[in-house]
């Protein structure tokens, strides 16, 4: 890589010009933004996005899943696109960084790079994917872009049906358009995004840059406890079969067993609901949510082995019965070393300090890992906070990462 | 007491043929009965009743709250009255012996009594309450009679006005006629009942009879356990502020602690509240709904100090915060001491062996305790079973009450 190539810098006042413009739509009174996918506030946002790019001068690009991109064309037509790129929707009420700062940075490298006349070997594409919050379906434009999108997630989508079908005649999209946006694996050079942490760890630690090992998996599961109502008052402690004691003692081992054993898991039971549900009736049944996280796919099979167990355990425990439902799972995603590697030389470079880290949420980087080389990177979130109005990364932070993803999309596509 | 006396006995076939006239009305196909109070079934069965009354022979009398009742008076007119009694509503989906073997247990004693020519100090009136169940009110009849009922609790019923105001439309009552249906505590000789256990202790000590020692008292409360919403995969196990630690360590704690320190107590928790409640992301709120029961006033006292520092601890230890709100009370009602020495002595006559017991249950006794003396025995309920189509008590078992019922009132009438 040549100096003149390592000394290039984003333009960071350009860069937060623009940020702050979108963040102005869909705005909340908390310095948030409320642009669930599709909604009219979102469609505002991309409504900005398109004319942004147009008025930037680079080539504007949709397709049949909605996915925005502008385009840094190189000089051999039929070299494969490095995607970099994020998403404007959010959840609702959330916050300004998550997405947004991503898909602002991808085009930013796009100016950097074409106002300095650096020709790469790859042409270079700066999107916005449709729905990666999942109030529809869920890393939607993504799973489309690589041919994962199946007729049946647009049939039961997580956000309802109805809202899924509102939102795509608002954007003038249509399920034959949905099921026909796939790229081909060899048109593709890679992904990249920088997105910020939502959590707490880099904060924690004094990190400037995160350098995502893995997009964790999630499995689901509903677990019923299943007691026995009788009288609260008239009911001896000891003749009880009190479906929360299960619940509860469940969820107290749980948490500790993956604090112990799978320290890069994480576990949550979100919801618990009771029946009959009354002050003066011993609980028959707690319904628990139960969600689980880890990178690992070996991992996985241990750690669900082992909440079942537990979970089969406290029912016994309590003379309860356990049914178990499966809800769903992702497979964790592994990042390209490569494209690791290539952060972690733009990181030294520009001299920032960076650690590897595991991506407990989802992104769209994890619909496309089988199909190309892929990579993320984490800014610092400040209080690790995310999916809130609170939500907040300093100014340099953003920079920094913006930089970095420059200095990478250098590095792989020269 | 004279031998000819304590040589009483009801009629076991008379008693059971009425008993069983009494089940078919509002009966489910599951051999319960559906009698919610002042519903049409309710209705019918008190319609069964005044015309049975009347067909053998006594006194029928309503008042301004509902309460049915058959009167046998004796030769002084101004003597106090011992009421014998029960209800004839029913929860839900109940059974067929809660409360309506103790309406008809003590008709039987009348009618006992009458074709004996026995002559006591006191009337004795077999008495039907109205609500005891708390589909409208809860202890209506008896708190109407007691003059314990206000304007308040006939606006707000916790079953709602609406069905309060309909059952009243329904059955020709009013809320002037509810209020002014007190009597005087110088025209009571006192109140006992006759009921099935709705626990287990009698069938698993093999035990006759329960006397009771007290009806006991409920406080209720909600608790609730405050954390932080997060991302249930960004946010690090360690960083999360989790309500549903805090509701689940004090749901197993409180049940430890209230069996270890306060054996004659019992504490359930009933349900527990959610929020945002969903699979992602981690509980900021869990409301947690309590309950709590002891027969002992300066018991409950230290219950309630212990149980909410618990509360507190459990927070504290999880770093979440805690916000209770008080949902109401129900003192402890002691029984009376001669009543239950007059119990014990007729199952002791009846060679039927007894212990005293606690009501965990709310009973109509409660209202009465305070104006006149009031007893209370219950019989063995197979399985424990109670307020469920599954109610079962022996034949053998409710005779058995039936005669200690008219016993107790030969001792206390003399």
Known sequence: MTQAFSSLRINSDRLLDAFNQLALIGATADSGVDRPSLSEAHLAARKWLHEHIEASGFEFRTDGAGNHSAVLPCDEPSAPTLILGSHLDSVPNGGRFDGALGVMAALEVLKTLRENR?????????????????????????????????????EKPRG?????VEGMMRAGLTEAGMLSAARKPETLAGYLELHIEQGKRLE???????IVTAIVG???????????????????????????????????AAREMVMR??????VNVGKMEFAPGAFNIVPAQVDVSLEFRSPDAAEFERLNQALLNLAGE?????????????????????????????????????????????????HDGQSLADLCPVGMIFVPSVDGASHSPREFTKWEDCVNGANVLLQAALRLGM
Chains 1, 2 share one sequence.
């Not at 309802?160 to 899924?164: I, K, M, P, Q, Y």
């Not at 924690?204 to 995160?210: E, H, N, R």
């Not at 592994?334 to 880290?357: I, Q």
Request: charged fraction near 20%.
């Open 261 to 266: 054993d799978f320290p890069n898991c994480v």
């Open 314 to 362: 406290q029912a016994v425990r309590f003379g309860l019965g356990l049914q178990t439902e499966f809800f769903g799972k992702h497979a964790p995603s592994l990042m390209d070393t490569d494209v690791r590697g290539a952060f972690a030389n733009a990181c030294d470079e520009l001299g920032l300090s960076h650690m590897p880290l595991p991506s407990g949420a989802g």
């Open 118 to 154: 650096i020709n790469l070997k790859v042409q270079i594409e700066a999107m916005d994917f449709t729905d990666e919050e999942g109030t529809l379906v869920g890393l939607l434009g993504s799973a489309a872009l690589a041919g994962h999108l199946s007729k049946e997630n647009l």
């Open 218 to 252: 999630i499995w689901s599961y509903k677990l019923t406890f299943l007691g026995k109502a009788d009288h609260a008052g008239s009911t001896a402690m000891e003749d009880r079969r009190d479906a929360s004691l299960g619940a509860s003692a469940f969820t107290l």
């Open 160 to 164: 309802g049906r109805e809202r899924l």
């Open 204 to 210: 924690k630690s004094g990190t400037d840059i995160g």
